[in-house]
């Protein structure tokens, strides 16, 4: 009977401590090589990436893909929080790119000019075919080297993406030829070149801070503004505007970068990750931005402006303007730089189909 329940007790034994997981099998995965068991989750790496842009326009979701294609390709490892209309940094894109520059945040879209003169060059008026012909001056050396050239300021330049075509709106009288800019004010960055090319074409050119434009187009400070159609409607210019001219009057670029400081803590495997996934954002972008030319019109059309979009012969009348007036290059051999707006111009005519 002794024996009989000593052995019941050891079965017992027996059961209780495989069933808490007992024996020889090792419980810490460390421990046994071969476990294949889920390892204990890692904090990601997150990074904050500013745009100054709304959340429909293209930049923003480039951002967005960007944040999600990091993610998968780093299994996780990296996090990217995305903020719209530069929300970290009092709604200026000036303020933005500074602190990319400077590192308080990590990475984001910049408008070219504010990552460096040298990008103003693409802005020279009337200069581009098409977007394909923008492309392939893109790929050019010279405009490489102006993206490498933005490194010791901070800025790890990785690709471009379009700030588009510019057009002009106003609210006195719809533009048709150069004669109908005559004494309009028309509001533009604080730039030389964008206000000579402005001036050139017959229009009061008068600078005014992004961040205050919408207010000075509502109190008429100013009767118009320049803008690629993606911010004229994105920012509700719609709202203080009635007339659009689609004049396609220059191409201005922005750029995805990472703060410099940051790129040279990763590891030339997460750089690789980084370079292609922007790369791919970054025609995407352009796509979105090429895309919705077409639909934007016929947005802003619903929304109650007049749009106009000019014939190849009725820019041309605009082109003659900026082509005959020596300040506009005048503006961009100071902002830019004689050789480098020499080499740049060479690399836009060798890229002509």
């Known amino acids: 009977m002794k024996k009989s329940v000593s052995?019941?007790?050891a079965a017992v034994m027996v059961l209780s401590l495989t069933a808490c997981g007992g024996g020889?099998?090792?419980s810490n995965p460390s421990e046994n090589p071969g476990n294949t068991g889920a390892q204990p989750a890692v904090d990601p790496i997150v990074l904050r990436a500013s745009t100054p842009s709304a959340p429909e326009?293209?930049?923003?979701?480039?951002?967005d893909e960007l944040a999600g294609l990091i993610s998968e390709k780093t299994q996780g490892r990296y996090q990217i929080d995305v903020y719209y209309?530069?929300?970290l940094s009092e709604n200026s894109e000036k303020t933005m790119t500074e602190q990319i520059m400077t590192g308080a945040l990590d990475l984001g879209v910049i408008p070219g000019p504010l990552a460096g003169k040298s990008f103003s060059a693409f802005s020279f008026p009337f200069q581009f075919d098409d977007r394909e012909h923008i492309a392939r001056v893109c790929e050019s050396d010279v405009a490489q080297k102006i993206l490498a050239d933005t490194e010791p300021s901070g800025l790890h330049s990785v690709a471009y993406v379009e700030n588009g075509f510019r057009q002009i709106t106003n609210n006195k009288h719809a533009i048709k030829t150069p004669a109908d800019m005559a004494d309009l004010k028309i509001r533009t960055p604080q730039s030389a070149t964008t206000m000579a090319a402005i001036s050139a074409m017959g229009a009061n050119a008068t600078a005014v801070s992004a961040g205050e434009l919408y207010v000075a187009l509502s109190q008429h400070t100013v009767?118009?503004?320049e803008n690629a159609l993606?911010?004229?409607y994105n920012n509700g210019y719609y709202e203080v505007q009635k007339y659009c001219s689609v004049l396609d009057y220059n191409w201005s670029p922005a750029i995805i970068a990472v703060n410099s400081t940051l790129w040279a803590t990763m590891s030339p495997e997460d750089q690789e990750i980084f370079n292609q996934a922007i790369e791919q954002v970054a025609q995407d972008v352009n796509q979105m931005q090429a895309d919705g030319d077409q639909e934007l019109i016929e947005q802003l059309t619903e929304k109650g402006m007049e749009v106009y979009v000019f014939s190849p012969e009725e820019r041309d009348a605009f082109?003659?303007?900026c082509d005959n007036d020596a300040s506009i290059r005048s503006a961009y051999v100071d902002t830019v730089g004689e050789e480098l707006l020499t080499q740049f111009q060479e690399a836009v005519e060798s890229c002509r189909k």
Do not use: C, F, R
């Open 24 to 26: 020889t099998t090792a």
């Open 7 to 9: 052995m019941l007790l």
């Open 319 to 321: 082109k003659v303007l």
């Open 230 to 232: 993606s911010t004229i």
């Open 223 to 225: 009767d118009g503004q």
């Open 85 to 87: 209309n530069a929300s």
């Open 57 to 63: 326009h293209p930049w923003s979701k480039g951002l």
